[in-house]
């Protein structure tokens, strides 16, 4: 798999080294870049956004109220996206501590702080403290997070509508 990754980069590379000699040969074609004449696909690559969200997790923000969960039941969220184009990179680690049974799953969903909502994000299932993960996201989903219409919730056994939750913010953009 990463051989095949790797030979795919290699015949990209000699294909653009190619272009580039065909440009050079054929009195050009606008192949990389540099003038004042930049495309719109120069254009749209250099406006990647990154933005850098947080989510602290407690028992209190989880709706409906989880049984049996500790007052010390608690994680942490922290991911960051990267908008390229059409695409969105979602890079994420969560942790968690004190949680009545096992965690089964954890997802990013919609919805305001004290209202539950679908699932955007399928995060891990079942998760482990510390774990994290990197996967594309939809543009409905970075934007509910950007807007802090989007919330951290971790299931357990016990709790299988969620034990602990966290409201989505933006921290740096
Ligand atoms: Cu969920």
Avoid at 6 to 32: F, H, I, N, P, W
Avoid at 61 to 89: D, I, N
Avoid at 163 to 169: K, T
């Amino acid at each position: 798999m990463r051989r095949l990754v790797m030979l795919v980069l290699l015949l990209g590379a000699a294909g653009a080294l190619g272009a580039a000699a065909a440009a050079l040969a054929g009195g050009g074609y606008g192949y990389g870049g540099g003038g004042t004449t930049g495309s719109t696909t120069a254009a749209s690559s250099a406006s990647s956004e990154t933005y850098v969200f947080k989510a602290t997790l407690t028992r209190g923000q989880e709706v409906p109220r989880p049984v049996g969960a500790k007052a010390t039941a608690a994680g942490t969220f922290s991911a960051t996206t990267k908008e390229q184009g059409s695409t969105r990179t979602f890079r994420w680690k969560l942790t968690f501590r004190n949680l009545t049974s096992r965690a089964v799953a954890a997802h990013v969903h919609m919805g305001r702080r004290g209202v539950s909502g679908p699932v955007i994000i399928a995060l891990c299932g079942p998760c482990r403290n510390g774990q994290t993960g990197t996967l594309k996201i939809t543009s409905n989903a970075e934007d509910a997070m950007e807007r802090g219409t989007a919330y951290v919730n971790v299931h357990t056994v016990k709790n299988k509508n969620g034990e602990i939750r966290g409201q989505l913010r933006v921290v740096a953009s």
